[in-house]
């Protein structure tokens, strides 16, 4: 698994005492708030009804979870696409929507529409 590596990687997701002695989040419910957070497009404060836990620690561990996801895997899957990779997301695009091109952009303004709209012509 490999959300394990940046929980392992940072003493923030360790399970840590606060001065009172309370124990605080373990790594996963900090991952799991991070997560909810990034998924539904929700407030760090939406956390507190969820998990009981403060809008403050949601959103720090949001913070240190992307963090964390780019300095564990950031040379990995975050570099520019080789000419190899460029070749083979064009194949693999063209094999599954059956036309080539439209890496990096949206506009298909270019390509030969049989239905095309008639403001779109030209």
């Known amino acids: 698994m490999q ?3 940046v929980i392992v990687r940072y003493e923030y997701f ?3 005492y606060d001065a009172r002695g309370k ?13 909810k957070l ?9 956390i507190d009804d969820y998990m009981r836990m ?4 949601a959103r720090e561990s949001l913070y240190r979870l992307a963090r964390g996801v780019i300095e ?3 040379d990995k899957y975050l570099h520019k696409p ?3 990779d460029i070749q083979q997301l064009y194949a693999a695009h063209k094999e599954r929507h059956g036309f080539p091109g439209m890496l990096g952009s949206i506009d298909c ?5 049989r239905n095309c709209p008639v403001s779109w012509k030209g």
């Not at 990034?38 to 760090?44: F, H, I």
């Not at 403060?54 to 620690?57: D, N, S, Y």
Request: charge should be positive; proline fraction near 2%.
């Open 3 to 5: 959300w394990k590596a």
């Open 14 to 16: 360790q399970l840590r």
């Open 23 to 35: 124990r605080s989040f373990i790594g996963l419910q900090k991952y799991v708030a991070a997560i």
């Open 38 to 46: 990034m998924a539904m497009g929700e407030s760090p404060d939406s």
């Open 54 to 57: 403060l809008e403050r620690t």
């Open 72 to 74: 564990t895997f950031g």
């Open 82 to 84: 080789s000419l190899n």
């Open 109 to 113: 303004t270019k390509w030969i529409w």
